[in-house]
């Protein structure tokens, strides 16, 4: 298995302009969650989807911030309009429910 | 509620010797325990977890953890450090009995094994 996959893997856009990240958990899973880490804040669960539904989107900052999950093999995290305080490491896991979590890579987002 | 207190930030050892990483918990029903850890510019990786039976669990690359539920604690040990063990560790806590199945990382402990 190809494992989590994240795209894309680094996205420097400038403040104000819309992001688009994007997830592929592995095949048979069915809990996805977003995270984002930063240095001063550690690793904060963003959003959480179980069958494909959000069940707990409580950590997701404010309403720039969406995500989607439209089938069980495709995930997207988006930030409009981008800030520079959105710079981070946003990474995406997945697990069978409440089973250990496989992470993706990450992408890391500069907003300049 | 649950929570998971990870007491040090940092973690000093020299190559060849014991290490341990500590971790604490709080739940109000059974503990489902994990432990992560995350190289640099990478994503957190599994390596072991602890749902119930024998306290001390086995894990990827050597490490065990050994539960000890009187003391609330899974210490993550190895008995003898490598250099290549050096990153950042994280332990994370799901309450079983609590209806959620989001569990609560802790804010990770930086091992570094000296040369």
């Known amino acids: 298995d190809a494992g989590v996959i994240q795209s894309p893997r680094h996205e420097v856009t400038e403040m104000g302009q819309e992001v688009t990240l994007r997830c592929k958990p592995i095949s048979g899973h069915n809990s996805l969650f977003w995270y984002r880490q930063t240095m001063m804040r550690g690793l904060e669960l963003l959003i959480y989807?179980?069958?494909?539904?959000?069940?707990?989107d409580s950590g997701m900052p404010e309403d720039r911030f969406s995500a989607k999950m439209p089938n069980a093999s495709f995930s997207t995290l988006k930030i409009q309009p981008s800030e520079p305080r959105d710079s981070a490491v946003y990474f995406c896991?997945?697990?069978?429910?409440?089973?250990?979590?496989?992470f993706g890579p990450g992408t890391r987002l500069t907003v300049l | 509620a649950q929570s998971v207190a990870q007491p040090e930030d940092q973690v000093n050892v020299a190559e060849g010797n014991p290490l341990t990483v500590k971790c604490t918990y709080s739940?109000?029903?059974?503990?489902?325990l994990f432990w992560y850890v995350q190289y640099p510019n990478r994503g957190l990786q599994f390596l072991l977890k602890?749902?119930?039976?024998?306290?001390l669990v086995k894990g990827s690359y050597g490490f065990e953890a050994e539960f000890n539920k009187s003391q609330t604690s899974f210490h993550l040990k190895k008995p003898s450090a490598l250099v290549s063990d050096s990153a950042l560790y994280f332990c994370a806590v799901r309450d079983m009995g609590g209806g959620s199945y989001i569990p609560t990382f802790g804010r990770g402990t930086s091992l570094i094994v000296h040369p």
């Open positions: 739940v109000s029903g059974n503990p489902y």
């Open positions: 896991a997945s697990s069978l429910t409440g089973g250990e979590q496989f």
């Open positions: 989807f179980n069958n494909n539904v959000p069940i707990d």
């Open positions: 602890y749902i119930t039976g024998d306290n």
